[in-house]
Structure formats: structure tokens, C-alpha cells
């Protein structure tokens, strides 16, 4: 079946610097999105690509949907101390009956 | 809040024990999801109901057993279950399982602990 290959799997960095994170996969997807899950609580959405190419931001928060339909990244500018979390990317196809694929997740720590 | 609850928040059972997650959607969705989320891998979808019809099942035992009463409710009763069936079980609804554009919204999760 279709997996997400995601990495890095855990990052612990200072407050300030910015992060990058991406998933890739040997299946192609129409939709991939980007959560974030913080202790206790069950994954929000952040941002959502529909088109191959797209660049879409969310505050800080920039995605990007790989040309060939692939992978994707997400980068955080200027990180905080509350954007500790776990970051989860999900792709989503039509063939597959539109469920959602996730990675295994990033798991995000700042120093502050 | 994301508009979806789900109760307990946290559970304990031995693995003789029967018991039952509630998940509850505010958002006027049709279709609800089961997740079991274990440390470090990937979300595993259990059940997909649309509209309260089950849509999908993948391939989960039958110690689990979905039951989606109406569009807002979604249980999962639990039966004779195995310690390695201990993980977060997360509920999710959207709008309509049919578009890729579909928004999955996640409630908090269930916290089981089988022993």
C-alpha cells in the first residue's frame, strides 16, 4: 500500500531558528496536507496543497506540494517555544478512495 | 476545539473486560473515522461511516466493533482485547468522504491502556 516516508523524525532546536521537514513517497497524490498534534490533543490541521507546485503559507508556516506529486515540505520561520509539537504530513488520492496516508510524524522540540 | 469530543479520555481495561469509546461531532458532518495512533508510526485508519453506512474496514479484528447510531455519533466497542491493542484512538469527521478538498477534523483522542 501507499506509505509516507517522513524525516526527520525528531528535531530539538533553539528558539529562533527556523525548521524544515519533509515527506516523500514512491506513489504520487493529488492532496497533501500538514498537521501538528500537541500532547493530550488530536492533530490540527496547518496547511493543505492541492496542486502540484503550490507554495502556500500559514503565519510562519510555509508548504510546499513537490512537482512530482511525490513529496512535500514544511518550513517554520523564527520558531517559539509553543510550536512544540508532532508534525504529521498526509497524502491524500483519488485512486485510494481519497483517504488520508499520514507519515510517522516529527517530533519537534525548542530550547528556549 | 475542533467541534469533535471524545469520551474517555483516557481508559484502562484488562483483557477480559468490554467496553465502549464515544466520539461526537458538533460540526453537522457525514462522515466519521476510527485512527489508532501507536508511538512512532503512522495513523492507522480503522473504520470510515458515511452517513452512517460503514464505508470502509480495514481489515481490523473483530474484538473491535464500530456503531454509528446516527451522523453526530460514533462508537467503538471493545472486546477481549490484547495488550498490544494499547495506543491513542483518535475519531475524526468531515463533510463528505467523497472530495479531495474534505477537511478531516480530529477530536482528542482516547487514551487505552490494556493490561
Known amino acids: 500500500g501507499q506509505q509516507l516516508n517522513q524525516s526527520p523524525q525528531s528535531m530539538f532546536i533553539q528558539e529562533g531558528e527556523d525548521v524544515s521537514m519533509n515527506c516523500t513517497s514512491s506513489?504520487?497524490?493529488?492532496?497533501w496536507l500538514w498537521y501538528k498534534q500537541e500532547p493530550g490533543e488530536g492533530p490540527v490541521l496547518l496547511i493543505a496543497l492541492y496542486k502540484a507546485g503550490e507554495l502556500t503559507s500559514n503565519g510562519r508556516l510555509t508548504a510546499q506540494f513537490g512537482i512530482t506529486r511525490k513529496d512535500s515540505f514544511l518550513n517554520i520561520s523564527a520558531s517559539i517555544p509553543s510550536d512544540v509539537g508532532i508534525y504529521f504530513c498526509a497524502g491524500q488520492l483519488r485512486e485510494y478512495g481519497n483517504k488520508l496516508v499520514f507519515g510517522a510524524g516529527t517530533i519537534l522540540r525548542v530550547k528556549s | 476545539e475542533t467541534g469533535v469530543t471524545q469520551t474517555p479520555r483516557h481508559l484502562v481495561m484488562g483483557m477480559t473486560n468490554k467496553k465502549s469509546l464515544k466520539c461526537e461531532q458538533h460540526?453537522?458532518?457525514?462522515?466519521m473515522y476510527w485512527y489508532k495512533q501507536s508511538a512512532k508510526k503512522p495513523l492507522e485508519l480503522m473504520f470510515v461511516?458515511?452517513?452512517?453506512?460503514?464505508?470502509e474496514n480495514n481489515s481490523v479484528p473483530s474484538r473491535f466493533s464500530p456503531e454509528c447510531p446516527n451522523s453526530s455519533h460514533l462508537f467503538l466497542h471493545l472486546h477481549t482485547l490484547q495488550p498490544e491493542d494499547s495506543a491513542l484512538y483518535l475519531c475524526?469527521?468531515?463533510?463528505?468522504?467523497?472530495?479531495?478538498?474534505?477537511?478531516?477534523?480530529f477530536g482528542p483522542g482516547t487514551r487505552l491502556t490494556v493490561l
Open positions: 506513489s504520487i497524490f493529488n492532496t
Open positions: 461511516y458515511s452517513l452512517e453506512e460503514r464505508v
Open positions: 475524526a469527521s468531515s463533510q463528505d468522504r467523497g472530495g479531495l478538498t474534505d477537511t478531516q477534523y
Open positions: 460540526l453537522g458532518h457525514n462522515a
